[in-house]
């Protein structure tokens, strides 16, 4: 009994923190600055999870995945499709790796 209320504690505190932005946000009306700043979040987040990966796509010789990045991000700006510039990273890691 004790361990099943224990989970179903759990799961409340993990829920809720999840749920209560969505009903508080709807009232609350926040500076034109805090909006840019909010939007900014998620591409803040991509890249905490793409540049590690960069500097460690061969270990010892982190000049593979930085090319591969900037070869990426440069097809990214020219608004290539999304699967383009993948292919396009991974081709040139590949092409480097063995040269």
Same mark, same amino acid.
């Given at each position: 009994?004790?361990?099943?209320?224990?989970?179903?504690?759990?799961?409340?505190?993990?829920?809720?923190?999840?749920?209560?932005?969505?009903? =508080?946000?709807?009232?609350?009306?926040?500076?034109?600055?805090?909006?840019?700043?909010?939007?900014?979040?998620?591409?803040?987040?991509?890249?905490?999870?793409?540049?590690?990966?960069?500097?460690?796509?061969?270990?010892?010789?982190?000049?593979?995945?930085?090319?591969?990045?900037?070869?990426?991000?440069?097809?990214?700006?020219?608004?290539?499709?999304?699967?383009?510039?993948?292919?396009?990273?991974?081709?040139?890691?590949? =092409?480097?790796?063995?040269?």
């Amino acid at each position: 009994m004790t361990l099943t209320l224990i989970i179903i504690a759990m799961a409340i505190v993990t829920y809720l923190p999840r749920v209560l932005p969505v009903f =508080i946000m709807d009232h609350l009306q926040f500076p034109g600055w805090v909006n840019k700043w909010l939007k900014a979040i998620p591409y803040a987040a991509l890249g905490a999870l793409i540049v590690p990966g960069i500097f460690t796509v061969e270990p010892g010789a982190p000049i593979v995945g930085i090319i591969g990045g900037l070869v990426a991000a440069v097809i990214a700006y020219f608004r290539g499709h999304i699967m383009i510039v993948i292919i396009a990273a991974i081709a040139t890691a590949f =092409i480097i790796q063995r040269f």
